[in-house]
């Protein structure tokens, strides 16, 4: 069964006009914000990876972490990390980018620090739990 949802860029453009909102449309040190088309590639895909994190994290929290076993472009995994990329955490959260079939992806890595990581050809693994640090393996979140 085929779900139907907004991209996660979409998320992120929100986000991103709910702070303008917020702040009278002036950026952290008070200059005017950008239009959202104007931020360029890195701050776009930078407010991505929040809306990300917030998405995973709201999901948890609810325990409504759904899936069908397919993945889809725009779901968020888990992949092994390095500690030392991720403030310490053994795990972090990916965004899908790519689906090559039911078990492989690419994903972007959302690292508990700026590390900004793209991982390819990602295996689907039931558990992360023997998975070396970095290793091309991904896993679905569980409440």
């Known amino acids: 069964m085929s779900r139907s949802r907004p991209p996660l860029s979409e998320f992120a453009q929100a986000a991103y006009a709910a702070y ?7 950026t952290y040190d008070d200059r005017p914000m950008a239009e959202w088309e104007d931020l360029g590639e890195q701050i776009q895909a930078a ?3 929040a809306a990300g994190a ?17 993945p889809d472009v725009g779901d ?3 992949v092994p990390v390095d500690p030392a990329e991720s403030n310490g955490a053994r795990v972090a959260p990916a965004v899908i980018t790519r689906v090559w079939n039911k078990t492989t ?4 890595v959302l690292h508990d620090s700026d590390a900004v990581r793209w991982r390819t050809s990602l295996t689907f693994v ?4 023997n998975a070396m640090a970095g290793a091309a393996v991904w896993t679905w979140p569980t409440s």
């Open 54 to 70: 917030v998405s995973l994290s709201t999901l948890a929290t609810l325990g409504a972490v759904d899936h069908d076993g397919s």
């Open 47 to 49: 407010w991505v990876c």
């Open 20 to 26: 303008g909102a917020a702040t009278g449309h002036r």
């Open 105 to 108: 992806v690419n994903a972007r």
């Open 76 to 78: 968020i995994v888990l």
């Open 126 to 129: 039931d558990s992360l739990d």
